[in-house]
């Protein structure tokens, strides 16, 4: 095993390979497999070593993601990500096939990378044969290889390359603070630019307009260069990347516009969930300037041609596991690490000179920390327990926390995780020991969120094919962001137009309705049909369309889980006359169709149970039936190991039981009989809801019979018809919220 250290613009990435396959790795029916954190660098990497080597992509050079195989028997490299060899491992613990393994970007620490490395420690003594290598520009180098030479024993190889880059200018101009290149920046000639950009009030200052005007200066610079002069704006997610779009546009008026003109500017978006033609416009030649703006995928393996300039806003989307509220709370841009800055703004030094602007103070970026925080120390890890279950390299909690993991998890998080797994019925525990129930084998083999995985094997279980078909539009939707967009100068008219597609008794059913209008009433519209419709209705042109890219997936994985699935088809839907009126006669409600309601929420159900209560599982003791003999001690512990797995921790320390037989639900807290929900409902579907604030600190009856306030802070809503009014997560009231908080965001109002 090696690690090697390579400075950005080292080759690492591109060359290391070749070195090898010069050196006889990947024959003999052997491969050399080569990880990367994402699926477009993986592609791009594979693109540009088949290029390199005058070979067609797929023979001896290929690649490998989610639904994708561009490989073939002949292929002795092969591009994949982290994933891919995840999934590997399940078919083949030992990976066989497989002579030499690098794992590329190590520093990111995502959980597969920490999982791989972990698992390749405890592979590497029983295949002596197999190379690991593993590469970094920021690499805690010192750290991996303590960790490598105490679990194997050996000595590990630290090499330093060098990078081949050219000098990079770093200027600092934080928010409100003087241009960084020069003190004033002329106007444009056709009179676009204005003192907003170059002198902005300090306090009103945000960031798409720091952005405009670190562009708008290095642009201006950039007109006594010769060559390329592309710039490189880094964004956290897909709504900064159209925020800084907007404010560059507006900035920069008919250059931005008219691709004519000899001095325009091409804008053009990068980022994960595009479509791969236009993620491939970035690497297609041109002659005027362009300004690349891309989320994190542009930051590691990826060169983007023609950069000469950067600009970093310092942050990324991070999102972060509450061990208090029991939930993944959504990611939000947060300060990246220092090594993460490096990255960036090694970038532009690729070739020429480059100048990275940074949005945030030199003194900022001597406060952050060397190296980012590891993935599995932030998240929640149900997932982690499921692979490690399913490849069998763990059966209690214990084999976890001593797995070969760079950074043991938290022992709190992993006990969450098996509480998890134990509620989605995906791993049964006897005395500590836990295996893979039926349910739980199908839900490894199923690449998303475990919730969502849950609710497609329940779809699959209980419900008709075409049921599954419509929850499987509505798992793809909660996997997504929402495509329904709400500009803040038309913020009513949005409301007003989505309203229509809107159904009164639960939000997946909304979600439905949108997607028969684009893709069922009137069957599949065509690319140009969908962008007018999207730009009427105020719909992400692009969402939509992975959206429906992400159904198609998920069925071909059904298929292959030998799963019957139907069309996504509602019982009803509103006549033709209806959906042809105009827009503005359209009254709220209008495009609501009628689905097998009780189905799709029953679905749902089976994923959103550890979204309202954590079960709490208490494992029966010997003492407990002291003084009991025979057929009675027999009976006493049969109930007792019952009842041990019915116990749900709610808001509060709130407790409660679900009995599955008659559908009931039963609190038990200390709040008097008169706040218990009532015992003979029948249960489909049960959520929080708080109607309104709650006052004063003693638990108290409220005018609505229905409603609990302090310190039970939610209400329980029995539903006959099977409708959800919003998908609720039970332990965020822990943290004093008095909303309900959707399991993803799936749909505004939840």
Not at 66 to 83: A, N, Q
Not at 259 to 279: G, T
Not at 404 to 415: E, H, Q, R
Request: overall charge positive; charged content about 25%.
């Amino acid at each position: 095993m090696v690690i090697i250290s390579g400075q950005t613009g080292s080759g690492k990435t591109t060359q290391l390979p070749k070195i090898l396959l010069e050196l006889g790795r990947g024959s003999h029916g052997k491969q050399i497999v080569h990880t990367q954190p994402r699926r477009l660098a993986a592609r791009t990497v594979a693109e540009r070593l088949a290029d390199e080597m005058g070979v067609r992509l797929g023979d001896e050079i290929g690649y490998q993601v989610r639904f994708t195989d561009e490989s073939s028997p002949k292929t002795r490299l092969r591009v994949v990500t982290d994933g891919i060899l995840l999934a590997q491992i399940q078919r083949d613990p030992k990976l066989t096939r497989y002579d030499t393994i690098i794992i590329d970007e190590a520093h990111e620490r995502s959980l597969n990378i920490d999982f791989l490395l972990g698992y390749l420690t405890a592979l590497l003594p029983l295949r002596r044969d197999l190379k690991l290598i593993i590469t970094s520009a920021t690499i805690d180098s010192a750290k991996f290889q303590k960790h490598f030479e105490d679990a194997l024993r050996t000595e590990v190889p630290v090499i330093e390359v060098s990078g081949r880059t050219y000098p990079v200018t770093i200027c600092y101009e934080p928010l409100g603070g003087t241009p960084a290149l020069m003190r004033h920046v002329p106007g444009f000639a056709d009179g676009t630019a204005g003192d907003d950009i170059t002198n902005p009030d300090a306090e009103a200052m945000d960031m798409p307009t720091a952005v405009a005007r670190a562009c708008t200066e290095l642009a201006i610079l950039s007109t006594h260069d010769q060559g390329p002069r592309d710039i490189l704006v880094f964004a956290s997610g897909e709504r900064d990347i159209r925020d800084f779009e907007q404010a560059l546009r507006h900035h920069f008026g008919p250059r931005a516009a008219d691709m004519r003109r000899p001095d325009a500017i091409e804008i053009v978006p990068l980022f994960a969930r595009l479509s791969a033609k236009e993620q491939h416009r970035v690497f297609e030649p041109h002659t005027h300037q362009r300004i690349v703006i891309a989320t994190n995928v542009a930051e590691t393996s990826l060169t983007v041609p023609g950069i000469r300039y950067v600009v970093d806003p310092g942050t990324a989307r991070i999102s972060r596991y509450s061990k208090q509220a029991k939930v993944q709370r959504p990611a939000h841009p947060s300060p990246i690490c220092a090594g993460e800055c490096r990255q960036r703004s090694g970038r532009c030094g690729r070739i020429a000179d480059g100048i990275a602007i940074r949005l945030y103070s030199s003194e900022d970026y001597e406060s952050r920390p060397r190296f980012t925080e590891p993935e599995i120390l932030r998240t929640s890890l149900g997932a982690v327990v499921l692979h490690m279950l399913s490849v069998g390299v763990a059966r209690t909690a214990e084999d976890i926390t001593d797995f070969g993991f760079i950074d043991p998890p938290d022992i709190k998080a992993v006990s969450d995780g098996i509480n998890e797994l134990t509620e989605l019925r995906a791993i049964s525990r006897k005395r500590g020991v836990m295996q893979l129930t039926h349910t739980g084998r199908q839900l490894a083999r199923i690449p998303i969120d475990v919730r969502l995985g849950r609710m497609v094997i329940e779809a699959a279980r209980s419900t008709t094919p075409n049921t599954l078909a419509a929850v499987l539009v509505v798992v793809a939707f909660l996997s997504l962001q929402d495509p329904r967009e709400r500009p803040e100068e038309k913020r009513e008219e949005a409301d007003c137009i989505h309203n229509r597609y809107a159904d009164e008794t639960s939000d997946f059913l909304t979600a439905l309705n949108i997607w028969d209008r684009a893709y069922g009433a009137d069957g599949e519209m065509s690319s140009h049909a969908l962008r007018r419709l999207c730009k009427t209705e105020y719909l992400h042109f692009l969402r939509m369309r992975q959206w429906r890219d992400l159904v198609s997936q998920l069925r071909e994985l059904c298929r292959e889980l030998k799963f019957n699935v139907g069309e996504p088809i509602p019982v009803s839907r509103p006549p033709r006359e209806i959906r042809e009126l105009p827009i503005s006669q359209q009254a709220a409600h209008s495009l609501a169709c009628s689905w097998d309601s009780q189905g799709i929420h029953t679905s749902m159900l089976a994923g959103l149970l550890s979204m309202m209560g954590m079960q709490v599982v208490h494992e029966p003791k010997a003492s407990d039936f002291t003084g009991l003999k025979g057929a009675a001690r027999a009976r006493a512990m049969k109930r007792a190991q019952k009842m041990a797995k019915n116990d749900y921790l709610g808001a509060r320390g709130t407790h409660f039981a679900t009995f599955p037989g008659v559908g009931t639900l039963e609190i038990h807290a200390e709040l008097g009989d008169e706040h218990r929900t009532r015992a003979d409902e029948p249960v489909v579907g049960a959520l929080l809801r708080c109607n309104r604030p709650c006052v004063g600190g003693a638990a108290r009856r409220q005018s609505d019979p229905h409603h609990v306030c302090e310190p039970a802070l939610v209400r329980l809503t029995w539903l006959r018809s099977g409708g959800i009014e919003c998908a609720a997560v039970w332990a965020a009231h822990r943290a004093g919220a008095h909303r309900a908080v959707g399991a993803h965001q799936p749909a505004r109002g939840s």
